[in-house]
């Protein structure tokens, strides 16, 4: 992994621990500008990628 890989401008953190619970902003990155409290239910390795499925209420 390349150390300087940003995000809308801002340096990355490393190697964040991905908590099960309900304390998740889910904000989109582009288009228009939504918010969406989320749930992280599990995550799982599919190959070089680490995949987090969430609960996104329908409200």
């Known amino acids: 992994m ?7 401008g801002q340096a990355i953190r ?4 991905m908590t099960k619970g309900s304390r998740w902003r889910l904000v989109a990155q582009a ?6 409290a989320g749930t992280l ?5 599919l190959g070089h ?3 987090g499925v969430f609960s996104v209420p329908k409200d």
């Open 2 to 8: 390349a150390n300087k890989t940003r995000v809308l």
């Open 14 to 17: 490393k190697g964040i621990k």
């Open 31 to 36: 288009g228009r500008k939504r918010v969406f």
């Open 41 to 45: 239910l599990t995550t799982f390795n």
């Open 49 to 51: 990628s680490r995949v």
